[in-house]
């Protein structure tokens, strides 16, 4: 039996958030806005599928604290316009030459043990820069040569549904979406630790008990809007930070 995602709904900036789910506006509130993601994954040695998702997930809380995200920084504008409407995030994949020309543009490399991922300031959804528009989406597809550990204390974790099929790379958007939620609920000290820690977190796949557990929680929850892979609404992530040592 595949758990529910309950919720109460609640106004917010964004639209509506259920629980502390959020749910898109309509493509007419406003113009739609999109983070880019690139995952470098050359042939002979691609990253591991948990480091390439973890890596995502710290990229966009990089990109969501830096100095040039906020106030009058120089991706602030377009940082607010995406925030204001779909947290929309899109990952792409690129190797040799096409990730040397993508390293070129603005934006943030993030890596992780042998990940790495490049975050850029929003783009309008039918204006991406040429050099990311013509890389990959569909099809990126990474494993685990041995199961992830449990994980560390003082850790965030990103829980994923275990009843969802995704690709890699629709996972690490959702893990993004799961990271970004928590990074809004939290209160400005706990972010200030959490990003002068380095934002340690672990990605994980729920097993079913604890993912109804989770989903029942009122922890950030992050329904799908269902643009690609699977049905609009699908309850993705639950997002779980430590207790605090008061």
Same mark, same amino acid.
């Given at each position: 039996?595949?758990?529910?995602?309950?919720?109460?709904?609640?106004?917010?900036?964004? *639209?509506?958030?259920?629980?502390?789910?959020?749910?898109?506006?309509?493509?007419?509130?406003?113009?739609?806005?999109?983070?880019?993601?690139?995952?470098?994954?050359?042939?002979?040695?691609?990253?591991?599928?948990?480091?390439?998702?973890?890596?995502?997930?710290?990229?966009?809380?990089?990109?969501?604290?830096?100095?040039?995200?906020?106030?009058?920084?120089?991706?602030?504008?377009?940082?607010?316009?995406?925030?204001?409407?779909?947290?929309?995030?899109?990952?792409?994949?690129?190797?040799?030459?096409?990730?040397?020309?993508?390293?070129?543009? +603005?934006?943030?490399?993030?890596?992780?043990?042998?990940?790495?991922?490049?975050?850029?300031?929003?783009?309008?959804?039918? *204006?991406?820069?040429?050099?990311?528009?013509?890389?990959?989406?569909?099809?990126?597809?990474?494993?685990?040569?041995?199961?992830?550990?449990? +994980?560390?204390?003082?850790?965030?974790?990103?829980?994923?549904?275990?009843?969802?099929?995704?690709?890699?790379?629709?996972?690490?958007?959702?893990?993004?979406?799961?990271?970004?939620?928590?990074?809004?609920?939290? +209160?400005?000290?706990?972010?200030?630790?959490?990003?002068?820690?380095?934002?340690?977190?672990?990605?994980?796949?729920?097993?079913?008990?604890?993912?109804?557990?989770?989903?029942?929680?009122?922890?950030?929850?992050?329904?799908?809007?269902?643009?690609?892979?699977?049905?609009?609404?699908?309850?993705?992530?639950?997002?779980?930070? +430590?207790?605090?040592?008061?």
């Amino acid at each position: 039996m595949r758990a529910s995602c309950p919720g109460t709904t609640r106004s917010a900036k964004n *639209g509506t958030v259920t629980g502390w789910q959020t749910v898109p506006m309509s493509s007419n509130d406003a113009p739609q806005f999109v983070l880019p993601l690139v995952v470098r994954m050359e042939r002979a040695e691609p990253p591991a599928r948990t480091d390439a998702l973890e890596t995502a997930a710290r990229a966009v809380l990089v990109m969501l604290s830096d100095d040039r995200s906020l106030g009058d920084g120089e991706w602030a504008e377009a940082m607010r316009a995406w925030q204001d409407a779909r947290i929309r995030k899109v990952v792409r994949r690129a190797r040799g030459a096409e990730w040397r020309k993508a390293c070129l543009l +603005p934006g943030i490399t993030v890596t992780g043990d042998a990940a790495e991922v490049r975050v850029f300031p929003p783009v309008p959804l039918d *204006g991406w820069p040429k050099e990311l528009a013509k890389l990959q989406v569909s099809g990126t597809e990474l494993d685990d040569t041995a199961e992830p550990p449990p +994980p560390a204390p003082g850790q965030a974790v990103l829980w994923l549904n275990p009843d969802l099929r995704m690709s890699t790379g629709k996972e690490m958007a959702q893990v993004g979406h799961g990271a970004q939620l928590l990074w809004w609920a939290m +209160p400005d000290a706990d972010r200030k630790a959490w990003r002068e820690a380095g934002f340690p977190l672990a990605v994980r796949t729920a097993d079913p008990a604890r993912w109804a557990e989770l989903t029942a929680s009122g922890l950030p929850l992050v329904r799908d809007a269902g643009f690609t892979e699977i049905a609009p609404g699908s309850c993705t992530v639950v997002s779980e930070f +430590p207790p605090r040592d008061d």
